[in-house]
């Protein structure tokens, strides 16, 4: 009855995938018999009358709420959601409402924000406005629009600030930090790219362009030997924008070193992410009619 699935955590003790769906909820696999269970949200106002196995963002989307970024620091025990309508978020143990940590900077509200990735060493909080201009509902404009409003953005939870760290992104999506904390990558959807800003070293606070890709570039995610999977849709037909939903192993350095393919299983919707766990691969996609999470044997 939900559709939507943009991305994956996993609790410190194994448990989930957790998954963030369509109608604004946050929910847990508990194995083959319970399935998926609902275990979060992040809209005070939402309603399971109003809002259970929605679609309908344009109406719904500030009063249901969209998870679309997930992220557990198990070193801290934090479980982070970055939430279209509603801001960067932390679910607690049990669940249920989400604790809102920030819904803007700088007295601006977050218009759309998309992905979230934490620093293993410090722990501080990466997390990205896909737009400043368009909303969820509107990210067919965005992109053929080209927007280029997008933000990196830092919470640091000891002073619990937000700081900007870059602006004009074309789409801000997917965000990971390296396993060292030297880097932090931001994917730009719309401008087909990563881009590498450095956090730590002889480059401080330096951007460069970490790796191009001939298609659409949804989020990162960090393995636990420090390579990095993004889901790319890359482009095969420019004027009906037919994609191949792929994934991309990239190591730190920027190089290749696995293409994977799901069109067999996805056709030509685009998938948001593909995240390694224990020897699978997670793949989600945030399309309507994606009502099943996609789950591959690495070998
Ligand atoms: C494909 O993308 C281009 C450029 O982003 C846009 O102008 C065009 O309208 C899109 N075509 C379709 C069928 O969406
Ligand atoms: C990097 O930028 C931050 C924020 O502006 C600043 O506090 C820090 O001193 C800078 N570090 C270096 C090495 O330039
Ligand atoms: C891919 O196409 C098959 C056959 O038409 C269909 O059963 C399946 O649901 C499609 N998958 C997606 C993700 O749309």
Same mark, same amino acid.
């Given at each position: 009855g939900v559709a939507g699935p943009s991305s994956f955590a996993f609790d410190?003790?194994?448990?989930?995938?957790y998954v963030s769906v369509q109608d604004g909820r946050i929910l847990k696999y508990e194995g083959a018999t319970a399935c998926f269970v609902e275990f979060a949200f992040d809209a005070? #106002?939402?309603s399971s009358a109003v809002c259970d196995g929605q679609s309908n963002y344009d109406d719904l989307g500030s009063t249901c709420g969209r998870p679309l970024g997930l992220d557990f620091n198990p070193l801290t025990q934090q479980f982070y959601v970055a939430d279209a309508y509603v801001g960067l978020m932390v679910v607690g143990p049990k669940g249920g409402l989400a604790t809102k940590l920030a819904s803007g900077v700088n007295g601006v509200p977050f218009r759309f924000l998309y992905g979230v990735g934490h620093d293993?060493? #410090?722990?501080d909080v990466y997390f990205t406005e896909f737009s400043n201009v368009y909303q969820l509902r509107d990210i067919t404009l965005a992109v053929n629009n080209g927007d280029a409003t997008g933000s990196l953005l830092k919470y640091d939870p000891l002073t619990k600030q937000v700081s900007v760290l870059l602006t004009g992104l074309s789409g801000a999506s997917g965000v990971a930090v390296s396993g060292d904390g030297t880097f932090v990558l931001v994917g730009e959807l719309i401008g087909n790219r990563i881009k590498r800003l450095w956090?730590?070293?002889?480059?401080? /606070?330096t951007t460069e362009t970490f790796i191009e890709f001939p298609g659409r570039v949804n989020r990162i995610r960090r393995t636990i030997l420090g390579d990095f999977w993004v889901a790319v849709n890359v482009v095969i037909n420019p004027v009906t924008n037919v994609t191949l939903p792929t994934g991309k192993g990239i190591s730190?350095?920027? #190089? &290749?070193l696995e293409t994977v393919t799901v069109d067999k299983e996805y056709n030509n919707t685009r998938i948001s992410e593909v995240q390694e766990h224990l020897g699978k691969y997670y793949v989600g996609s945030r399309? &309507? /009619? &994606? /009502?099943f999470v996609g789950v591959y044997d690495t070998i």
């Open positions: 410190s003790l194994g448990g989930g995938p005070p #106002t939402r293993p060493l #410090t722990g956090i730590k070293g002889p480059k401080c /606070n730190p350095f920027g #190089t &290749v399309h &309507v /009619n &994606v /009502n």
